[in-house]
């Protein structure tokens, strides 16, 4: 069982906005700890999509954003389009040099 | 380009080991962990540890303690993870990836590896 909580489906029309959680203990994600998220499609390895809870890595399209709220990241994909269609997952470090997964949602677009 | 290519799938039986490469371009390898994460089939992703490859230090999840060994060779840029005494329920994708930042409490993973199946069947 993860420590990192995250729905297992979410789905939404194209051009509609989805928010995906990812709760935690205060352990992970409500203190200073970061949380990153990374996109995955079938049979692909995981791609960065934002890390430091909102920061974007270049290159990933302006629709994608987070957040933090207390124990809960956020993230946020706007404008949704058809190739946003994947799994993601927030990451956070967990302390004693060791990292943790939340367990994924699979993103459906409608 | 930072690139991370690991070696091909594996099919290996019960009892044996395995041993996946992950081979690091566009960088120097001395310059950041190495991270090492499966997936089951199916299944989400499952950090499993990193290593130092400028000093060779690691640090593994309390579940893989004692079978999984992770090593490098920097005159190759390449990090290795060894599982040994394979189990049915090791079959997965093995990713290696690479830690970025500054403070290693706020650090993340990129790039990634392509994935390399290893599959225990009899």
């Known amino acids: 069982q993860s420590a990192l909580t995250q729905p297992r489906s979410v789905s939404g029309s194209p051009g509609q906005s989805v928010t995906i959680s990812c709760t935690g203990t205060s352990s992970y994600v409500g203190g200073y700890k970061s949380v990153s998220w990374y996109q995955q499609h079938p049979g692909k390895a995981p791609k960065l999509m934002i890390h430091?809870?909102?920061k974007r890595p270049s290159g990933v399209p302006d629709r994608f954003s987070g957040s933090k709220s207390g124990n809960t990241a956020s993230l946020t994909i706007s404008g949704l389009q058809a190739e946003d269609e994947a799994d993601y997952y927030c990451?956070?470090?967990?302390?004693?040099?060791?990292?943790?997964f939340g367990g994924g949602t699979k993103l459906t677009v409608l | 380009q930072v690139h991370l290519v690991q070696s091909g799938a594996e099919v290996k039986k019960p009892g044996a080991s395995v041993k996946v490469s992950c081979k690091a371009s566009?960088?120097?390898?001395?310059?950041?962990?190495i991270h090492w994460v499966r997936q089951a089939p199916g299944q989400g992703l499952e950090w499993m540890g990193w290593?130092?490859?400028?000093?060779?230090?690691?640090n593994y999840a309390q579940k893989f303690q004692g079978w999984v060994t992770m090593t490098r060779d920097t005159s190759i840029s390449t990090a290795y993870m060894e599982v040994s005494r394979l189990r049915y329920d090791d079959t997965a994708v093995y990713y290696c990836?690479?830690?970025?930042?500054?403070?290693?409490?706020?650090?993340?993973?990129?790039?990634w590896g392509q994935g390399t199946l290893v599959t225990v069947s009899s």
């Open positions: 290593i130092n490859p400028n000093s060779g230090g690691t």
């Open positions: 990836a690479r830690e970025v930042g500054g403070n290693r409490d706020l650090n993340w993973f990129d790039p």
């Open positions: 990451c956070s470090y967990a302390g004693n040099y060791t990292w943790v």
């Open positions: 430091d809870f909102s």
């Open positions: 566009g960088y120097t390898i001395t310059a950041s962990y």
